[in-house]
């Protein structure tokens, strides 16, 4: 059976075997608990992570005691706080667990040793940040565009399966209403 890293990273480059245990010989394997965190406000990060199994949510709190959830990420999808994992500053977000998760992490010090010593992963890396961009260039347009009908919508269509998996309360921090607004979409 494949490993599912390889078979994510495969959708960009292509690896062989050897290339492949390379790789995966720089990231470390970690199990959380439902509602354990993996970054907190305040501290400086220093970890990209895959998600081999779980959802999470990445958040802040605004001074009002208020959650706004800025992404959720699911299998086969990286989640972390890339301003403090770039520049080494004080994350202004966490991330917690919205299920028990499986994920892999890789350092800073090791992802700028893999990139050097293997170019193709430098062009993985490349391509999944264009991605990640065109990803937030099309949330922060639906937020500033489309109705909350509108973006409740999308987000159904686009992630059927997050439905299933979060609460409600928390699609409505993802969405910026009210849990009640929420209720009114669904009747």
Not at 10 to 25: A, Q
Not at 82 to 110: A, G, H, M, P, R
Not at 122 to 137: C, D, V
Request: with cysteine; hydrophobic share 35%; aromatic share 10%.
């Amino acid at each position: 059976m494949t490993h599912p890293l390889r078979k994510h990273i495969e959708e960009i480059i292509t690896v062989t075997d050897e290339e492949f245990h390379f790789i995966l010989s720089h990231f470390e394997q970690v199990k959380k608990r439902k509602n354990q965190y993996i970054v907190q406000e305040g501290e400086i990060v220093n970890k990209e992570y895959w998600i081999i199994k779980g959802c999470l949510k990445s958040y802040f709190v605004d001074h009002t005691g208020k959650e706004h959830i800025l992404q959720f990420g699911m299998e086969n999808w990286w989640i972390t706080d890339y301003e403090s994992f770039v520049k080494q500053t004080k994350s202004k977000i966490s991330i917690d667990c919205i299920e028990d998760s499986e994920l892999l992490y890789i350092s800073l010090e090791n992802r700028e040793k893999l990139t050097s010593e293997m170019h193709k992963m430098e062009r993985f890396w490349a391509k999944k940040s264009k991605i990640g961009r065109i990803s937030l260039q099309n949330r922060v347009l639906s937020l500033l565009k489309n109705s909350t009908k509108e973006k409740y919508n999308l987000l159904l269509q686009q992630y059927p399966k997050l439905f299933q998996r979060v609460p409600k309360k928390m699609i409505a921090a993802y969405l910026g209403v009210s849990r009640e607004t929420l209720s009114r979409l669904n009747s």
